[in-house]
C-alpha cells in the first residue's frame, strides 16, 4: 500500500489529532525515545487499513473517541473511528467520487482486501521489524511454507482445494446415492424380470381351449331345437291326455251299461217310469237295448303314452345338452377373462420392466458421471494438494528467494566477511536420507553449522536480506503498486560502522521508486541516512525535524 497521508487521534499516545504527510519516495525517518509512540504511524496504518494491530494488543485509547485515517496516493482514504464506549465504524472513499456504500463492515474491507490486498500479506512483505526480524531464519518448515504461501497468494490454492474437497464429498454422496438407486433399480429389474416370466407363462396357460363362437352357435341351436321339442312334446302330451280321457269315458259308459243290465235282470220295475213291468217282452226289450248299447260301445281301447314319453326324452334330452353347452360357455368366459386379466398383469409388467431398465439407464449414466466427475476432482486434489502445482510454485519461489536474499546480503554484509545463503526445499538428515523441509544454510559464518551460530549482527543481516527478498517475491507475485515501506528498529542491532554504511546504500536504493519508513534509535543510522523527511515522536505529538 503507498501511503500518502496518516490521521489519528484517541490511539496509543496520541489524544489530540496528529496528520503525518509521506512523500511518494525517500527515506522517512521517524525517531525518538523509547515509549515515545514510534510505532504508532504503523499501527495506524495497519489499524485503518484492515483493523488489526501488529503488536497484538488494543491501541485505542480506553473511553475516548478516536479515529484512524489513511489515504494512499491513488486517493483511496479509509477511516474507521469510535465512540467512548468503543462501538466502531469504517467508512471508503475514494477522492473525487462518492463515499463508497457496503452492506456491511466485512463488505467493505473485502473490498479494501481486494485493492490494498490481504494484511497478512502486507505485514510480511512492507512490515520490517525487530519481532518480526527472524520470522523465516527461525520458524518451522510449516511457518516457512505457510508465509511463502501467504506471500505468494497461494492460499486460493486452499480455498480452492478446500472447495474440492466439499465437492468430492458432494459428488461422492451423489454417486453413493445413484449407486443406491442403480443396485435398486437393478434389484427390482430382476424381480420383475422373473415375475413377468412367470405372468408369461400363466397367460399362456389360462389361454381358452374352445372357441367361444362355436359354442354360442351351438346353444342357439339348441335353444331352438329345445323350443321345438318342447312343443312336440306338449302336443303329444295333450294327444296322450285327450285319448286317455276318451277311454275313460268309453269305459266309464261301459260299466254303467253293464250296471244297468245287471240290474235290469233283477228288477221288477222299470228303471225309466218306475213302475212294473207289463210283461216279460218288454223287460227283455229294456234288455236287448241295453246289450245293443254296449255292443256299439265296444272294448274301451288301451291309451299308449309312448310317443309322449318319447317327445318328452327328446325335450329333456336337449335341454341336457344345452346345461351342458351354457356350462362350457360360462367355463370358456372365465377362461377368457382369466386369460385377458394374465395378459393386462403382463403388459403391467412389461410397463414396469420399461420403466425400470430407463430408471437404471438413468442410474448408470449418473453413476458414470460421478464416477468421472471423482476422478477429475481427485486429481484436481492431487494438483491442489501439497505435493501439487502449490509445491512446484513453492520451489520456484525458494530459489528466487535465495537468489534475491543473496543479492541483499552481500550488499549488507561485512566486506571481510561475505555470506551466502543456501535455502533447499528439504533437510538432510544426520541419520542419511531427506525429510521435506525447507532448510537455511549459511556459507561463511558459523563454522558450518548454521545459522544459530553465527553471531547476532551476521544473524540480523541476514534476517533483513531474507526479509528483503520476501518483499521482493511478493510484490512480484501480486504485481501491485510500489509499496511504503516500514522498518521498525530493525537496523538496530547491525555492527558498525560497515553495516550501517551497507544498509543506509540499500536503504537509498529502495527509497529511489517508493516511500521507505525507518523507525530507529541508533544513533549512527540517524546520522548517516540521508532522510528526506525527519520526525521527531515526542510527548504525544509527531514534529517534522531539520
Known amino acids: 500500500m503507498q501511503v500518502r497521508e496518516i490521521q489519528f487521534h484517541g490511539f496509543m499516545s496520541y489524544a489530540r489529532p496528529q ?25 495506524a496504518v495497519s489499524m485503518a487499513g484492515w483493523g488489526k494491530t501488529i ?18 496516493t491513488f486517493g483511496m482514504e479509509i477511516t474507521r473511528s469510535w465512540n467512548p464506549a468503543g462501538k466502531k465504524s469504517l467508512d471508503v472513499a475514494v477522492k473525487g467520487a462518492k463515499e463508497f456504500a457496503f452492506e456491511n463492515v466485512t463488505k ?13 500479506t502486507w505485514r510480511r512483505s512492507c512490515v520490517f521489524s525487530t519481532a518480526a526480524a527472524d520470522m523465516f531464519s527461525t520458524a518451522t518448515d510449516a511457518d516457512r511454507k505457510r508465509l511463502l504461501e501467504n506471500l505468494l497468494g497461494l492460499r486460493r490454492f486452499d480455498m480452492a482445494l478446500e472447495r474440492c474437497r466439499v465437492d468430492q464429498k458432494a459428488a461422492a454422496l451423489a454417486k453413493t446415492q445413484a449407486q443406491l438407486v442403480l443396485n435398486r433399480a437393478q434389484t427390482r429389474l430382476e424381480e420383475v424380470t422373473r415375475h413377468l416370466d412367470t405372468l408369461r407363462a400363466l397367460a399362456r396357460s389360462a389361454a381358452p381351449s374352445v372357441d367361444l363362437a362355436t359354442l354360442e352357435d351351438r346353444r342357439a341351436a339348441l335353444e331352438a331345437e329345445l323350443t321345438f321339442k318342447g312343443a312336440a312334446a306338449r302336443t303329444e302330451l295333450e294327444a296322450y291326455r285327450r285319448a286317455e280321457k276318451d277311454v275313460n269315458e268309453q269305459r266309464y259308459k261301459v260299466e254303467a251299461l253293464q250296471k244297468q243290465i245287471k240290474a235290469l235282470a233283477g228288477s221288477q220295475t222299470c228303471p225309466t217310469c218306475h213302475r212294473a213291468w207289463p210283461d216279460a217282452e218288454h223287460k227283455a226289450m229294456e234288455a236287448d237295448k241295453l246289450k245293443a248299447e254296449l255292443a256299439a260301445l265296444g272294448v274301451p281301447p288301451t291309451v299308449s303314452a309312448d ?27 372365465a377362461s377368457i377373462a382369466r386369460h385377458a386379466q394374465a395378459l393386462e398383469a403382463v403388459h403391467r409388467a412389461e410397463a414396469d420392466l420399461l420403466s425400470l431398465e430407463t430408471e437404471r439407464e438413468a442410474a448408470t449414466g449418473e453413476v458414470t458421471r460421478y464416477t468421472s466427475q471423482l476422478a477429475h476432482l481427485e486429481t484436481t486434489d492431487q494438483v491442489l494438494g501439497t505435493r501439487g502445482a502449490r509445491a512446484h510454485l513453492l520451489m520456484d519461489a525458494l530459489k528466487g528467494l535465495e537468489v534475491a536474499a543473496n543479492v541483499w546480503l ?8 561475505p555470506l551466502t545463503l543456501r535455502l533447499s526445499p528439504y533437510t538432510e538428515k544426520k541419520s542419511g536420507g531427506t525429510a521435506d523441509a525447507i532448510s537455511l544454510e ?3 559464518a558459523g563454522g558450518g553449522r548454521g545459522y544459530k551460530a553465527t553471531s547476532g549482527g551476521e544473524r540480523r543481516r541476514i534476517d533483513v536480506a531474507i526479509m528483503l527478498a520476501l518483499a521482493e517475491v511478493a510484490q512480484s507475485a501480486h504485481n501491485r503498486f510500489t509499496p511504503t515501506m516500514w522498518f521498525d528498529e530493525v537496523f538496530d542491532a547491525l555492527d558498525v560502522p560497515d553495516g550501517i554504511d551497507a544498509v543506509t546504500a540499500a536503504l537509498e536504493d529502495l527509497s529511489r521508486d517508493r516511500c521507505v519508513v525507518v523507525i530507529t534509535h541508533n544513533a549512527a543510522l540517524i546520522r548517516h541516512l540521508p532522510a528526506a523527511l525527519r520526525l521527531q515522536v515526542d510527548d504525544g505529538t509527531v514534529k517534522i525535524t531539520a
Open 19 to 43: 496528520t503525518v504527510a509521506l512523500p511518494p519516495t525517500g527515506i522517512v525517518l521517524v525517531t525518538g525515545k523509547n515509549g515515545a509512540g514510534k510505532s504508532a504511524l504503523l499501527e
Open 55 to 72: 503488536r497484538g494488543t488494543d491501541p485505542r485509547r480506553e473511553g475516548e473517541k478516536g479515529a484512524v485515517s489513511v489515504e494512499t
Open 108 to 120: 467493505a474491507q473485502e473490498h479494501i482486501d481486494e485493492v490494498l490486498g490481504e494484511w497478512e
Open 307 to 333: 310317443r309322449w314319453k318319447q317327445a318328452d326324452a327328446d325335450f329333456k334330452r336337449v335341454q341336457g345338452e344345452l346345461a351342458q353347452v351354457k356350462a362350457e360357455i360360462a367355463q370358456a368366459e
Open 410 to 417: 552481500n550488499r549488507i554484509a561485512r566486506i571481510d566477511a
Open 442 to 444: 549459511v556459507d561463511g
